[in-house]
T-cell receptor
Protein backbone atom coordinates (compact mmCIF):
# COMPACT_ATOMS: atom_id res chain seq x y z
CA UNK A 1 0.00 0.00 0.00
CA UNK A 2 1.97 2.99 -1.30
CA UNK A 3 -0.69 5.64 -0.54
CA UNK A 4 -0.25 8.67 -2.81
CA UNK A 5 2.73 8.79 -5.15
CA UNK A 6 3.90 11.60 -7.43
CA UNK A 7 6.25 11.64 -10.39
CA UNK A 8 8.63 13.26 -11.00
CA UNK A 9 10.12 14.43 -7.70
CA UNK A 10 12.09 17.28 -9.25
CA UNK A 11 11.93 19.07 -12.58
CA UNK A 12 13.52 22.12 -14.16
CA UNK A 13 11.74 23.71 -17.13
CA UNK A 14 12.52 26.63 -19.38
CA UNK A 15 9.85 29.30 -19.85
CA UNK A 16 7.33 28.14 -22.44
CA UNK A 17 7.99 24.42 -22.08
CA UNK A 18 5.23 22.02 -21.13
CA UNK A 19 5.09 19.11 -18.75
CA UNK A 20 2.72 16.74 -16.97
CA UNK A 21 2.83 15.77 -13.33
CA UNK A 22 1.39 12.38 -12.46
CA UNK A 23 -0.38 11.52 -9.23
CA UNK A 24 -1.46 7.99 -8.35
CA UNK A 25 -3.33 6.65 -5.32
CA UNK A 26 -4.06 3.06 -4.34
CA UNK A 27 -6.72 3.74 -1.68
CA UNK A 28 -9.71 3.70 -4.04
CA UNK A 29 -10.45 7.33 -3.14
CA UNK A 30 -13.04 9.29 -5.10
CA UNK A 31 -11.66 12.76 -4.41
CA UNK A 32 -8.29 13.95 -5.65
CA UNK A 33 -6.62 17.37 -5.44
CA UNK A 34 -3.66 19.33 -6.74
CA UNK A 35 -2.11 22.05 -4.55
CA UNK A 36 0.85 24.34 -4.82
CA UNK A 37 2.85 25.44 -1.81
CA UNK A 38 4.78 28.71 -1.85
CA UNK A 39 6.68 30.38 1.00
CA UNK A 40 4.39 32.58 3.08
CA UNK A 41 1.28 31.56 1.13
CA UNK A 42 0.53 28.11 2.47
CA UNK A 43 -1.17 25.50 0.31
CA UNK A 44 -3.45 26.74 -2.45
CA UNK A 45 -5.85 24.50 -4.34
CA UNK A 46 -5.28 24.42 -8.10
CA UNK A 47 -7.81 21.85 -9.37
CA UNK A 48 -9.71 18.96 -7.92
CA UNK A 49 -11.79 15.95 -8.94
CA UNK A 50 -14.75 14.34 -7.20
CA UNK A 51 -14.64 11.18 -9.29
CA UNK A 52 -13.36 9.52 -12.42
CA UNK A 53 -13.98 11.67 -15.47
CA UNK A 54 -14.70 14.85 -13.49
CA UNK A 55 -12.52 17.87 -12.80
CA UNK A 56 -13.13 21.35 -11.40
CA UNK A 57 -11.24 24.55 -10.74
CA UNK A 58 -9.83 25.45 -7.36
CA UNK A 59 -8.51 28.79 -6.15
CA UNK A 60 -5.56 29.24 -8.54
CA UNK A 61 -6.35 27.31 -11.77
CA UNK A 62 -4.89 29.67 -14.39
CA UNK A 63 -2.08 28.15 -16.44
CA UNK A 64 -2.89 24.57 -15.44
CA UNK A 65 -5.05 21.78 -16.80
CA UNK A 66 -5.98 18.44 -15.30
CA UNK A 67 -7.43 15.12 -16.30
CA UNK A 68 -8.85 12.15 -14.39
CA UNK A 69 -9.28 9.38 -16.94
CA UNK A 70 -8.78 6.64 -14.35
CA UNK A 71 -9.97 6.71 -10.76
CA UNK A 72 -6.50 6.12 -9.37
CA UNK A 73 -4.69 8.77 -11.45
CA UNK A 74 -4.88 12.56 -11.53
CA UNK A 75 -2.68 14.42 -14.00
CA UNK A 76 -1.65 18.07 -13.78
CA UNK A 77 -0.46 19.75 -16.96
CA UNK A 78 1.41 22.97 -17.58
CA UNK A 79 0.98 23.94 -21.23
CA UNK A 80 3.42 26.87 -21.28
CA UNK A 81 5.45 27.14 -18.11
CA UNK A 82 6.13 30.54 -16.54
CA UNK A 83 8.57 31.50 -13.76
CA UNK A 84 5.55 32.25 -11.54
CA UNK A 85 4.80 28.53 -11.59
CA UNK A 86 8.00 27.73 -9.75
CA UNK A 87 6.66 25.99 -6.68
CA UNK A 88 6.25 22.71 -4.84
CA UNK A 89 3.23 20.78 -6.06
CA UNK A 90 1.34 18.34 -3.88
CA UNK A 91 -1.32 15.86 -4.83
CA UNK A 92 -3.81 14.59 -2.28
CA UNK A 93 -6.70 12.15 -2.14
CA UNK A 94 -9.68 11.58 0.12
CA UNK A 95 -12.57 9.17 0.40
CA UNK A 96 -14.86 12.17 0.92
CA UNK A 97 -17.19 10.04 3.03
CA UNK A 98 -18.52 11.18 6.44
CA UNK A 99 -15.79 10.54 8.98
CA UNK A 100 -13.22 10.46 6.19
CA UNK A 101 -12.75 14.02 5.03
CA UNK A 102 -9.02 13.97 5.73
CA UNK A 103 -6.75 14.15 2.73
CA UNK A 104 -3.66 12.05 2.20
CA UNK A 105 -0.77 13.85 0.55
CA UNK A 106 1.95 12.73 -1.80
CA UNK A 107 5.63 13.58 -1.27
CA UNK A 108 5.55 16.56 -3.64
CA UNK A 109 7.17 17.67 -6.89
CA UNK A 110 9.63 20.54 -6.78
CA UNK A 111 9.35 22.49 -10.04
CA UNK A 112 11.67 25.27 -11.11
CA UNK A 113 10.90 27.35 -14.20
CA UNK A 114 13.80 29.43 -15.51
CA UNK B 1 -17.54 30.43 6.23
CA UNK B 2 -14.87 28.76 8.26
CA UNK B 3 -11.41 29.78 9.36
CA UNK B 4 -8.58 28.33 11.38
CA UNK B 5 -6.20 30.39 13.49
CA UNK B 6 -2.92 29.05 14.78
CA UNK B 7 -1.97 31.33 17.61
CA UNK B 8 1.80 30.90 17.41
CA UNK B 9 3.91 31.03 14.27
CA UNK B 10 6.97 29.67 16.11
CA UNK B 11 7.29 27.55 19.24
CA UNK B 12 10.60 26.51 20.76
CA UNK B 13 10.90 23.82 23.44
CA UNK B 14 13.69 21.78 24.98
CA UNK B 15 13.92 18.08 24.30
CA UNK B 16 11.95 16.14 26.91
CA UNK B 17 9.62 19.03 27.79
CA UNK B 18 5.91 19.27 26.89
CA UNK B 19 4.68 20.62 23.58
CA UNK B 20 1.58 22.80 23.17
CA UNK B 21 0.53 24.09 19.75
CA UNK B 22 -2.60 26.20 19.83
CA UNK B 23 -5.42 26.27 17.30
CA UNK B 24 -8.80 27.98 17.26
CA UNK B 25 -11.46 27.38 14.66
CA UNK B 26 -14.39 29.44 13.53
CA UNK B 27 -17.37 27.81 11.93
CA UNK B 28 -21.11 28.07 11.90
CA UNK B 29 -21.27 24.42 12.85
CA UNK B 30 -18.89 21.72 14.05
CA UNK B 31 -16.28 20.90 11.45
CA UNK B 32 -13.98 17.95 11.14
CA UNK B 33 -10.57 18.98 12.46
CA UNK B 34 -7.11 17.65 11.73
CA UNK B 35 -3.50 18.22 12.58
CA UNK B 36 -0.88 17.64 9.91
CA UNK B 37 2.90 17.71 10.20
CA UNK B 38 5.36 18.65 7.48
CA UNK B 39 9.04 17.90 7.88
CA UNK B 40 11.47 19.90 5.72
CA UNK B 41 11.18 19.05 2.03
CA UNK B 42 8.50 16.45 2.73
CA UNK B 43 4.78 16.10 2.17
CA UNK B 44 2.07 16.62 4.77
CA UNK B 45 1.42 13.72 7.10
CA UNK B 46 -1.83 13.31 9.03
CA UNK B 47 -1.15 13.30 12.79
CA UNK B 48 -4.73 12.92 14.03
CA UNK B 49 -8.33 13.79 13.28
CA UNK B 50 -11.47 14.76 15.16
CA UNK B 51 -14.83 13.77 13.73
CA UNK B 52 -17.13 14.13 16.79
CA UNK B 53 -16.71 10.59 18.10
CA UNK B 54 -14.55 11.59 21.08
CA UNK B 55 -13.28 14.98 22.23
CA UNK B 56 -9.80 13.70 23.15
CA UNK B 57 -8.09 12.37 20.07
CA UNK B 58 -4.86 10.38 20.10
CA UNK B 59 -2.60 10.44 17.09
CA UNK B 60 0.71 9.10 15.94
CA UNK B 61 4.08 9.67 17.62
CA UNK B 62 2.55 10.42 21.03
CA UNK B 63 0.57 13.49 19.97
CA UNK B 64 -2.98 14.15 21.08
CA UNK B 65 -5.51 16.95 20.76
CA UNK B 66 -8.62 17.93 22.66
CA UNK B 67 -11.70 19.38 20.98
CA UNK B 68 -13.31 22.05 23.17
CA UNK B 69 -16.48 23.38 21.62
CA UNK B 70 -17.03 26.04 24.29
CA UNK B 71 -13.61 27.50 23.52
CA UNK B 72 -13.65 26.65 19.78
CA UNK B 73 -10.17 25.22 20.27
CA UNK B 74 -8.30 22.15 19.10
CA UNK B 75 -4.85 22.40 20.70
CA UNK B 76 -2.16 19.82 19.96
CA UNK B 77 -0.05 18.46 22.82
CA UNK B 78 2.72 15.98 23.47
CA UNK B 79 4.07 15.18 26.94
CA UNK B 80 7.75 15.01 25.96
CA UNK B 81 9.31 16.54 22.86
CA UNK B 82 11.80 14.64 20.76
CA UNK B 83 14.33 16.11 18.37
CA UNK B 84 12.52 14.41 15.49
CA UNK B 85 9.37 16.45 16.29
CA UNK B 86 10.96 19.58 14.83
CA UNK B 87 8.74 20.45 11.86
CA UNK B 88 5.89 22.66 10.65
CA UNK B 89 2.45 21.81 12.04
CA UNK B 90 -0.84 22.72 10.41
CA UNK B 91 -4.26 22.83 12.02
CA UNK B 92 -6.87 22.09 9.35
CA UNK B 93 -10.65 21.98 9.19
CA UNK B 94 -13.26 20.66 6.80
CA UNK B 95 -17.01 21.15 6.71
CA UNK B 96 -17.38 18.13 4.46
CA UNK B 97 -19.50 20.02 1.95
CA UNK B 98 -19.11 20.18 -1.81
CA UNK B 99 -15.54 19.50 -2.82
CA UNK B 100 -14.65 18.52 0.76
CA UNK B 101 -12.20 21.45 0.82
CA UNK B 102 -9.67 21.80 3.60
CA UNK B 103 -9.12 25.12 5.35
CA UNK B 104 -5.53 25.42 6.56
CA UNK B 105 -4.13 27.40 9.43
CA UNK B 106 -1.00 29.41 8.74
CA UNK B 107 1.24 26.87 10.41
CA UNK B 108 3.40 26.68 13.54
CA UNK B 109 7.08 25.93 13.26
CA UNK B 110 8.23 23.80 16.18
CA UNK B 111 11.87 23.97 17.17
CA UNK B 112 13.26 21.41 19.62
CA UNK B 113 16.45 22.41 21.43
CA UNK B 114 18.85 19.71 22.70
Amino acid sequence: NAGVTQTPKFRVLKTGQSMTLLCAQDMNHEYMYWYRQDPGMGLRLIHYSVGEGTTAKGEVPDGYNVSRLKKQNFLLGLESAAPSQTSVYFCASSSGQPGGYEQYFGPGTRLTVT
Amino acid sequence: AQSVTQLDSHVSVSEGTPVLLRCNYSSSYSPSLFWYVQHPNKGLQLLLKYTSAATLVKGINGFEAEFKKSETSFHLTKPSAHMSDAAEYFCVSSLGTGRRALTFGSGTRLQVQP
